[in-house]
């Protein structure tokens, strides 16, 4: 996309910084199926002590990584339960159902807004007649849930009641960092309360590529084969793994940067239909229910003027702040969809 335009569609459009071209550059690499890449290993091994887990492993994307911990979890012709809007059923292309063989069955739509209790209540246990629960999961920050972070209280509760339903909790936390950042909670904390994490370093992060899996180191040995199974081995990823390396010294404490962005921007167009206290990271939805413009209409219009802006559904459109964004491009966008959505 080119630069004139200030492109709010998503977090995934960054390109790599200098520093981080610069560090990919002179990354040493080997064989990372043989396990020989010095820098992918030092990845896993960061990651993993950052969340105070045993492993981590390196994967292409956040959907491979979802989808190798709920292969890990659930094993065919089980459940897992996560809610309607979670991004392991909307956007996975059904592949918990086609790869891992595993019945998924969602929650109403809250975003980070979950009742414990009501999650409890779906669990079913071993039994003759239904599909047996195996793992419950959870977004963090939740993407369609307009980046709302689930509190730490929420979590806890859910861990207890997986505990005592023996099933698994595993965190979509590709946005984990805007959570970390947002709430002040320690990114150990959140790692401690599931037994598998995704986390993504090619959001928020600004890296060009990947994703780790976090859990024991069982589970991350497992993890390994389902990768390989699913064509996610790599060879000399130290490349990818660099930059990632480098997102994770340069780009989480700035996510503050983002997020205080993001709230400008809600403010802005807040008169319109849009709740400025509901914006807590960097992606700001917009309810355009009662609006003449529909979501589309909006997108169109701002593109004419040099805004890309994400169309969610008909009347639901989303913004999203990042590190390739600057204080005049989010001055720009907000005088452009002021003015259009007062038109
Ligand atoms: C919450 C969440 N999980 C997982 C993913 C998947 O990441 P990827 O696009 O790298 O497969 C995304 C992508 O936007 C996401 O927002």
Do not use: K
């Given at each position: 996309m080119a630069d004139?335009?200030?492109?709010?569609?998503?977090?995934?459009?960054?390109?790599?910084?200098?520093?981080?071209?610069?560090?990919?550059?002179?990354?040493?690499?080997?064989?990372?199926?043989?396990?020989?890449?010095?820098?992918v290993n030092a990845l896993e091994a960061e990651v993993a002590a950052l969340f105070g887990h045993e492993a981590a492993l390196f994967a292409p994307s956040g959907s491979m990584a979802n989808q190798i911990a709920l292969q890990l979890l659930v094993s065919p012709g089980n459940e897992l339960l996560c809610d309607a809007d979670a991004h392991v059923v909307t956007y996975e292309i059904g592949a918990a159902a086609a790869y891992g063989g595993i019945s998924s069955r969602t929650w109403p739509a809250v975003g980070a807004d979950i009742d414990p209790e009501a999650v409890a209540g779906m669990i079913r246990p071993d039994g003759y007649f239904a599909v047996p629960t195996r793992a419950i999961a959870v977004e963090q920050t939740h993407n369609r849930g307009g980046g709302g972070v689930i509190p730490l209280a929420t979590l806890r509760e859910l861990r207890r009641i997986a505990d005592d339903a023996e099933v698994a909790l595993h965190c979509d936390g590709a946005r984990i960092w805007h959570a970390h950042v947002a709430d002040g909670v320690p990114l150990v904390e959140y790692g401690q309360l599931f037994d598998t994490l995704s986390v993504c370093l090619s959001k928020g992060l600004g890296a060009p590529v990947g994703s780790l899996v976090v859990g024991s180191a069982e589970k991350i040995e497992r993890a390994r084969l389902i990768r390989k199974r699913m064509g996610g081995g790599m060879r000399q990823a130290g490349i990818l793994a660099a930059a990632g390396r480098y997102a994770l010294a340069h780009h989480v404490d700035r996510l503050a940067e983002d997020h205080a962005r993001a709230a400008r921007l809600a403010e802005a167009v807040a008169p319109f239909g849009v709740l400025a206290a509901a914006v807590r990271t960097n992606l700001v939805p917009l309810d355009l229910t009662k609006h003449a413009l529909d979501a589309r209409a909006l997108a169109a219009a701002a593109r004419d003027e040099g805004v890309l802006i994400s169309v969610l559904g008909p009347r639901t459109a989303r913004l999203v702040t990042h590190l390739d964004l600057d204080d005049a491009g989010v001055t720009h966008a907000a005088t452009v969809l002021t003015r259009l959505l007062a038109a």
């Open positions: 004139a335009f200030v492109d709010l569609r998503s977090d995934t459009v960054t390109r790599p910084t200098p520093g981080m071209r610069e560090a990919m550059a002179t990354a040493e690499v080997g064989d990372d199926v043989y396990g020989e890449d010095p820098t």
